[in-house]
């Protein structure tokens, strides 16, 4: 296959459905983590305000585990109430690029044919 072929086609294959909805996964995947994370962090910032004794009720009533926070150091505590978030994102990123590589395998045979003929 030739090179310079298959990025001439590159335009048609990112207009392709396929490869637009893997735009929307994968900024989807991304957004989530990135709100997810300020959420966490402000409610980090609002736990380590609370009086040492009512940050158990605090923590449950905000749906964390203050058990699983307390035993962190402030640093840890951050990546482990988001590392699911991350992981989420990841996998959107690998269905993105599933999704982009069907759409170059579907669009780049066409465009090489009409191209061709």
Known sequence: MNWTALISALPKVSADPLA???Y?????????W???RRRSI???KSLALQPEKSRPGYAVAAGYSYDELAGLNPKDRLRVITRRYLLIAYVFTGI???LFLLSVLRVVP????????
Do not use: H, P, S
């Open 20 to 22: 637009i909805l893997a």
């Open 24 to 32: 929307i996964i994968l900024a989807a995947g991304w957004v989530i």
């Open 34 to 36: 990135v709100l997810r």
């Open 42 to 44: 402000d409610f980090l």
């Open 96 to 98: 993105a690029v599933l």
């Open 110 to 117: 066409q465009y090489l044919e009409l191209r061709n003929v």
